[in-house]
């Protein structure tokens, strides 16, 4: 079957950096996505990443390894509006996404 | 603003009724998908579109119906509802519905079925 894990939830520092991971099982791989969610709203783009290797876009990284069924998201220099959840997706062999659970970030002062 | 527009809100709706929830693009965009999001689960896709005139089935059908007259609207259809649909529905839309695109979503519609 298809599967797609990341952690609940976790917590960070303000102004700390944070990785959350994502490993997936899916049916062919077409890349991987990450989408922020704030509570009550939609999800919203933040990386693609198709080949292996670290894709950075300002404070946010996303790093990819095919072999190993693995991503993460690095979020730097945390503000308190990164507190939201993070959504890891997989687009399979028929071109639709496979979403993780999300994973819940709570950002303390 | 460019983007996806869902209607109704929110909706409260008696089981055994029939509701239409509305999702406009403006992007023209040729994919577009419904997705529900429940507590603890991911997103899961109930219908996609990958061109006007053609629909089909993704992860979780049974219960839903979708149609795609146009380019622009993607309207999904519950025929009997039941409580299990209560849920978030998201409608999203995506340039081709191939490898890279992202989608973009619209801000959802909150179904409670009683």
């Known amino acids: 079957g298809q599967n797609i894990d990341q952690p609940t939830e976790m917590t960070a520092t303000e102004g700390a950096i944070v990785q959350i991971n994502c490993t997936y099982q899916?049916?062919?791989?077409?890349?991987l996505f990450w989408y922020q969610q704030h509570a009550g709203e939609a999800p919203t783009f933040l990386s693609y990443?198709?080949l292996d290797g670290l894709e950075e876009k300002g404070r946010f990284s996303s790093f990819l390894s095919r072999s190993k069924g693995y991503s993460y998201l690095l979020l730097k220099e945390l503000q308190m509006k990164d507190s939201a959840s993070y959504l890891c997706a997989v687009m399979d062999s028929n071109y639709q996404l496979i979403w993780g659970a999300g994973t819940k970030l709570i950002i303390k002062p | 603003i460019a983007g996806i527009t869902q209607a109704p809100t929110s909706q409260i709706l008696a089981a055994g009724r029939r509701m239409t929830l509305r999702c406009t693009q403006d992007?023209?965009?040729?994919?577009m998908y419904w997705y529900r999001q429940d507590l603890g689960l991911g997103l899961r896709l109930i219908h996609y579109s990958n061109t006007a005139g053609t629909t089909g089935k993704g992860e979780v059908p049974d219960g839903y119906s979708v149609s795609r007259a146009n380019t622009d609207d993607f309207p999904l259809t519950l025929a009997s509802a039941v409580p299990s649909q209560t849920s978030v529905y998201f409608c999203?839309?995506?340039?081709?519905?191939?490898?890279?695109?992202?989608?973009?979503f619209g801000p959802g519609t909150r179904l409670t079925v009683l």
């Open positions: 992007m023209r965009h040729n994919a």
């Open positions: 999203a839309s995506s340039d081709s519905g191939t490898s890279g695109d992202e989608q973009f």
């Open positions: 990443n198709v």
């Open positions: 899916t049916s062919g791989f077409n890349g």
